[in-house]
Every structure is written in C-alpha cells, then in structure tokens.
C-alpha cells in the first residue's frame, strides 16, 4: 500500500497575497467584519492620527484580535502573541501586524470601558437582526476565580494570630542575637540575623497595615494582591473570585448583558441584572426568571413594581421537598379579619410585631385550645400555643408562588437551564475560563463582557450561516470605512497589474 509522505523541500507557488490564504467562508471573517462594523467613538476607543512618536497599532486591529482570540479560549496576551507570528488566520486578521505581548495587554488594560460597551452594540445588532425578542429573560451567576491567591485573603482574626506569631519570632531573633554577643568568637556573623529581624519586623508593619485598612473599608475580608475581589465559596472549595452573571434571552439563547459582582452568592443581584439587561436592549422586557438563588423577596419586589412578571421560586420550594401538614402555607390568611385560621378551624389573631424583619406575630388567645388539639406535639410543642409570622412582603411571596405554580411559567421555568447554564459550561469547559486574567472589579467585568460577546457570534454564526452573517454585518459598516478598504483594494490590484507587489507588501506591512 502507497503511503503519502511530506516534503519540506518542494517548492511551490504560493498565492501573492495574505487575503488568498482564508476562504470566503471562513468563521475568522465573521470577527474581521463585526469590529469594522462597530462605531469606535461609543466604545470610547479614541483613534489619534496625528499623535506624535512611534505609530501605534490601529485599535480595529487589536480589539479584533482579542475578540478573535477570546472566542477560542486564547486569552493570554503572550499566546496571542505567539498566534499572531504562526497561525494563519491570526495572520490574516491583522493584516500581517505582530503586536507584541505587553502591547496587546496594556491595550486590553485601558480599554475595558471600551470592551463592555462592544457588548451592547452587538446586543442593538441582535434587536435589529431579530435574533434577541427581549421578551423572556433568564438570570444566572457562576463563580470564577480572580487573578489572586486565597492565601493572600486576609481577616481581622488571620492578622491577630499573624501578629502574635511574628512578635514570638521577633523575640526568639532577638535572644537569640543576645545570645551570639555573648561568644562572639568563632561564631558566624550577625548579618544574617539581622536581616531576618528586618524582615520580621518590615512583615509585622505590612499586617498593621492591612488591620487599618481592614477597619477603615468595614470589609471582612481583604485581598492584598486584589483588593475589589472576595471570598467565594464553590464546588472546587474556596478561593478569592468573582460571582460572574448574565443575562440571557430566551428566543436564540444569545446573551444580553455579561457582568461579575463582588459577592459569594445571588442574594440581591436579580434586580439589578435585570435593569442593567433592560438598559443594554433599550426596552423592557416582559418575563424575568432566575433559580432559588435569587430568591430575596425584597429584590424581586423591585422587578415586580416594573410590571415585569417574577418566575423566581423559594428555596424550600425548589428544595423539592413536601410541604408539612401542619407548615405554615396551609393556614389560610383572612386578610378582611386579619387573621390566621388553621387547619384545625382555629382562629390566630394578631397580637402584635416582631423586629426580625418586620413580621407580624397571630397567636391563639386561650393556650389551652392548643394544648388540647389533637395535633399539638405535632403541629407545635410551645407550651404558650401555636404562633405564625406574616413577613411584610408576604403578600409579595404568595403573589409569585401563584406565578410559578402556573403551567406555562413552570414551561417557561425548565427551559432556563436549558438557556443560562449553556452559557457557563460553554465558557468553563469549551474555552477553558478557569479564572480572569485581568485583576480588579472593573477588569473582571470588561472580561466576561468580552466572553458573553464571544459566545453571541458564534451563536450568531449558528442562528445566520457564517456567510449569511458576514453579508449582515458588511451593510453596516460605515461609509468612511468602506471607502477607504475599497480604494486600498483598487490601489492594489494596480500595482498587481504593473508588478509591483513587493511595494504594496512593504507598505502594507507598515515597514
């Protein structure tokens, strides 16, 4: 049997151009064409032509580049670097440029404003491609590491124990020093000694400084490598991160809004995921749904007032398990009497309220109709009778129990993990995203604005066709823009037809 075999040797024609080495339908296309069709001065990405000094590489190119790269879980700016010199399609989106790493990160690090903003004009694309309806929207969050230690997470009680442990130290140096003074003689010099008491001494003052800045921010714990990040707790245990959310639409999945949050768990961010997401489409929507984990009735008050309907359940309600006889939600409420009745026919009249989050406790007057139920021991064991609580949102709460018991929210509800999840485990397991790259609050924010841009042009992609998708986006780039690629491209084939392409390749090259 013949075998095929390569040779480095053999000579061959190569095509004259970098533009002949990508196909038409190539996906990279799809990326070259998004960012030509942004509008750079709302991303606030300023182009400065006649700056003075070395050229800098033209910001189409690099957000290009980290767009691109992002996409197939290429984040570190020295991969990119390296991706721009030996993969071809990195080549040919940036024209042949090799931007080192350090400028392709310091262009990522001043321009996260930039990056969010790229987001929502993709978003307004979606709304005008009707790919995004607006009407359904599915809130999830998923914790994700910082660029920082939890072992540099510090708390009151950590600098306390670090404090007593550093004293000891310094105490043993200095008897220790006491010690060699009093035989000098052939003994090894003081300066090794001395400098680990500095260093004791120069660790002693860092944790000082770390207790005041402690105090000062009311925080409980503090990061020194990263000060905005926390203390997250998650399935791989715990570590300094993030609590990443998004906002998620459920005509074709895309997403509407990406952000992250200083926070180990939901509690408090439905309300303001939602009005960022509504901000982002310039409309409100209609539905807004999330897991148990959002589940704070004072949160979802604040959507509710909008007229947005609420698909949130309780926790107790998505713990799946059964309702006691005896529990709480089977006393029925007169709301004209304002009283409680229970399953027995007995009466729970209010008597008074309670400063845990301004509840009001119904009580049976006479104790003794209690202890001589049938059910007492069951229903409660207090000798001074059955009470019940009525939390001040508790009409609220019955609201979206009544909600969510519907057959078509309980529809609606399923296919949120159909819809939010797909998100995290395309981020997490296809392109890698164990941890952001970027350090501070606002890095890790532009970064999952740059991801959830990322997963909306491959889903693009998929929803349009790679060449569908490029016709869309070429009749939105600017006039500007289109003039000049198109007179570059006239210019060119003149000087193939003269011969002259070695000209064109140095000049296109920028050498």
């Known amino acids: 049997?013949?075998?095929?075999?390569?040779?480095?040797?053999?000579?061959?024609?190569?095509?004259?151009?970098?533009?002949?080495?990508?196909?038409?339908?190539?996906?990279?296309?799809?990326?070259?064409?998004?960012?030509?069709?942004?509008?750079?001065?709302?991303?606030?990405?300023?182009?400065?032509?006649?700056?003075?000094?070395?050229?800098?590489?033209?910001?189409?190119?690099?957000?290009?580049?980290?767009?691109?790269?992002?996409?197939?879980?290429?984040?570190?700016?020295?991969?990119?670097?390296?991706?721009?010199?030996?993969?071809?399609?990195?080549?040919?989106?940036?024209?042949?440029?090799?931007p080192d790493h350090k400028t392709i990160a310091e262009f990522r690090r001043k321009n996260k404003e930039g990056l969010k903003k790229a987001l929502r004009q993709?978003?307004?694309?979606?709304?005008?491609?009707?790919?995004i309806a607006g009407n359904i929207l599915f809130v999830d969050?998923?914790?994700?590491?910082?660029?920082?230690?939890?072992?540099?997470?510090?708390?009151?009680e950590k600098c306390e124990k670090a404090l007593v442990k550093i004293d000891k130290r310094i105490e043993a140096i200095i008897k220790e020093s006491e010690a060699i003074d009093k035989e000098e003689e052939g003994l090894p010099s003081l300066v090794m000694v001395n400098q680990e008491l500095s260093d004791a001494q120069a660790m002693k003052e860092?944790?000082?400084?770390?207790?005041?800045?402690?105090?000062?921010?009311?925080?409980?714990?503090?990061?020194?490598?990263?000060?905005?990040?926390t203390r997250v707790n998650g399935v791989h245990g715990t570590h300094a991160g993030y609590n990443a959310q998004v906002v998620v639409d459920d005509k074709n999945g895309l997403i509407v809004s990406g952000d992250a949050v200083a926070a180990n768990n939901d509690l408090g961010q439905f309300a303001s995921q939602v009005e960022?997401?509504?901000?982002?489409?310039?409309?409100?929507?209609?539905?807004?749904?999330?897991?148990s984990g959002y589940a704070w009735t004072d949160d979802l008050a604040k959507v509710d007032k909008q007229g947005i309907q609420v698909i949130v359940p309780r926790q107790?309600?998505?713990?799946?398990?059964?309702?006691?006889?005896?529990?709480?939600?089977?006393?029925?409420?007169d709301a004209n009497k304002n009283c409680y009745i229970c399953p027995e026919g007995e009466i729970?009249?209010?008597?008074?309220?309670?400063?845990?989050?301004?509840?009001?406790?119904?009580?049976?007057?006479?104790?003794?109709?209690?202890?001589?139920?049938?059910?007492?021991?069951?229903?409660?064991?207090?000798?001074?009778?059955?009470?019940?609580?009525?939390?001040?949102e508790e009409a609220l709460r019955e609201k979206l129990d009544k909600q969510l018991s519907l057959s078509e929210n309980q529809t609606i509800y399923k296919?949120?993990?159909?819809?939010?999840?797909?998100?995290?485990?395309?981020?997490?397991?296809?392109?890698?995203?164990?941890?952001?790259?970027?350090?501070?609050l606002e890095g890790a924010r532009a970064e999952m604005s740059l991801l959830s841009l990322c997963f909306n042009l491959r889903r693009m992609m998929t929803s349009l066709g790679t060449t569908g998708l490029i016709q869309e986006l070429k009749r939105r780039i600017p006039l500007k823009a289109s003039l000049f690629y198109g007179s570059l491209s006239r210019v060119y084939l003149l000087m193939r037809f003269f011969n002259i392409d070695n000209v064109y390749l140095k000049f296109y090259r920028g050498s």
Not at 63 to 77: A, D, M, N, P, Q
Not at 122 to 131: E, F, G, P
Request: proline residues 3%; positive net charge.
């Open 1 to 98: 049997m013949a075998i095929r075999q390569g040779n480095r040797e053999q000579m061959q024609f190569l095509p004259p151009s970098i533009e002949e080495y990508v196909p038409p339908d190539a996906p990279v296309r799809v990326y070259d064409a998004f960012v030509e069709a942004l509008d750079l001065s709302k991303l606030d990405i300023k182009i400065e032509l006649q700056k003075e000094g070395n050229p800098c590489y033209d910001p189409k190119a690099m957000l290009k580049l980290l767009i691109y790269g992002y996409s197939y879980g290429v984040r570190s700016s020295r991969k990119l670097e390296r991706e721009v010199y030996n993969n071809l399609s990195f080549i040919w989106l940036m024209g042949g440029l090799k």
């Open 122 to 131: 993709c978003v307004r694309l979606c709304l005008k491609l009707d790919l």
């Open 141 to 156: 969050g998923s914790k994700i590491r910082a660029n920082a230690s939890i072992k540099n997470t510090w708390t009151k």
């Open 206 to 229: 860092r944790v000082k400084e770390v207790m005041v800045e402690l105090q000062e921010s009311g925080e409980k714990t503090l990061n020194t490598v990263d000060k905005e990040c």
């Open 276 to 291: 960022k997401a509504n901000g982002e489409m310039g409309k409100q929507c209609q539905v807004a749904v999330a897991d």
């Open 316 to 333: 107790r309600a998505a713990s799946g398990k059964a309702v006691g006889e005896f529990d709480k939600r089977n006393f029925r409420y």
């Open 348 to 392: 729970l009249r209010y008597s008074g309220v309670t400063r845990k989050r301004n509840g009001r406790i119904y009580e049976i007057r006479d104790r003794k109709i209690c202890l001589n139920c049938q059910a007492y021991g069951e229903c409660t064991t207090a000798k001074t009778g059955r009470k019940v609580m009525r939390l001040a």
């Open 415 to 440: 296919r949120r993990q159909q819809k939010a999840e797909l998100v995290y485990g395309h981020i997490k397991r296809n392109l890698g995203v164990s941890s952001f790259l970027m350090r501070g």
